[in-house]
């Protein structure tokens, strides 16, 4: 794994065990086209990445909508589900990756602007969704698009789909419809260096649900905190239906 691959690593926030995969993730076809034997062990471009990452990033997506949004119609699911994985959308993830960066292009695409290019980078995104999915397995790709799609886009969104990564408010929104207590918050440890704290926060509904998160803020280890109550509450309310 060469330097910069080690860096994108960082970015994403998970070490692959197969590199090849993550190789093949960044390859567009014109670099195979162009150098069909110059990357050993990587065993196409990332065209069928794309297709399986697509699908992965849809079944995610959908799957936190349905948590967060208990009591939405059908409609307003698929309104926010077709604004989180937009083309808009993964082009700014990737944009916030970095990702053009790391891209394997061919001599006409890399002439022609294509690591800026938008259709190009949001299927490198989700090429890269697929090497995670393969690699690591669902939760791995499950906390990169929390983490990558939907909380790092949580102030921009129009009709209200910002609010998909309001897990706090989500979680005050679903406790009040099952008539449980007001959500607590409370931050229970405080480590590292001034500059570069991580926060402990537990929330608690009531005596018998209580959930920690760390984050970099206070801000991010309550809603990773009310999240996982959020999830914890929805299946156990699935299991008394």
Do not use: C, W
């Not at 960066?101 to 001599?107: A, C, Q, T, V």
């Not at 800026?116 to 698009?145: P, T, W």
């Not at 706090?168 to 207590?181: N, R």
């Not at 999830?231 to 299991?239: F, I, V």
């Amino acid at each position: 794994m060469s330097a910069e691959l080690d860096l994108l690593e960082s970015s994403v926030g998970y070490r692959f065990r197969d590199a090849a995969l993550l190789d093949r993730a960044l390859t567009h076809k014109s670099y195979r086209f162009e150098r069909p034997a110059a990357v050993p062990g990587v065993l196409g471009d990332n065209e069928q990445l794309e297709f399986l990452g697509d699908s992965v990033l849809g079944f995610l997506v959908a799957e936190q909508l349905v948590i967060l949004y208990p009591g939405l119609p059908e409609g307003g699911l698929s309104k926010r589900k077709a604004h989180l994985v937009s083309a808009q959308r993964l082009y700014e993830a990737a944009e916030a990756l970095d990702l053009g960066r790391f891209l394997r292009l061919g001599r006409g695409e890399e002439m022609s602007g294509g690591r800026s290019k938008r259709a190009l980078l949001a299927n490198a995104f989700e090429a890269l969704i697929a090497a995670l999915y393969l690699d690591g397995g669902l939760e791995v790709a499950r906390q990169f698009i929390l983490h990558h799609v939907i909380e790092a886009f949580s102030n921009d969104g129009p009709d209200g789909e910002s609010a998909v990564s309001d897990f706090k408010s989500a979680l005050q929104e679903y406790t009040q419809k099952l008539k449980l207590p007001t959500p607590r918050y409370a931050i229970v440890k405080e480590q590292g260096p001034e500059h570069s704290k991580t926060f402990t926060v537990e929330v608690r509904v009531g005596k018998d649900l209580a959930s920690r998160a760390e984050g970099n803020s206070k801000k991010s280890a309550g809603q990773k905190a009310a999240q996982l109550a959020l999830e914890e509450l929805s299946r156990n309310h699935a299991e008394i239906g």
